[in-house]
């Protein structure tokens, strides 16, 4: 899944580049970008409807990987996550170094009294 994952991501970007690319060599107001190409170059090089039709239409094909791309990223990592065999995987927290030991377990032994607090155990006393 990790593959597929990567080729996803690989084809966003990709798409993503083509379409910077593609809107900034369709043509602003009043000029035509085949005629940077040279004079009348522009019939030759994008088709006789011209360099507006073309870029538009692949800028239009751009966009659409783009999103596709983008459900299928989402749909890829909305999918369960997979047993991956690292180190820390069903380990008890009770084996982790430094984490905090478990409580022992309170005697349910009857008539027997709790351990007396060790310490300055001042939990008792009446504030002033």
């Known amino acids: ?26 043509h602003g107001k009043g000029a035509d970008m085949g005629a940077s190409f040279g004079s009348g170059a522009s019939g030759s090089l994008f088709g006789a409807t011209g360099s507006s039709n073309f870029l538009s239409k692949m800028t239009a094909l751009a966009a659409v990987i783009f999103f596709s ?6 749909f890829v990592s909305n999918a369960p996550a997979t047993v991956g065999g690292g180190v820390m ?12 030991p478990a ?7 009857p008539g027997e009294k709790p351990a007396a607090p060790v310490g300055n155990d001042r939990s008792n006393e009446v504030p002033k």
């Open 69 to 74: 791309a983008t459900l299928g990223l989402a």
């Open 103 to 109: 409580a022992p377990a309170s005697s349910s032994v």
């Open 1 to 26: 899944m990790n593959s597929m994952h990567t080729l996803i991501v690989v084809l966003q970007v990709l798409s993503a580049l083509a379409i910077i690319g593609l809107v900034l060599l369709q």
């Open 89 to 100: 995987e069903n380990v008890p927290v009770s084996d982790v170094p430094g984490a905090a």
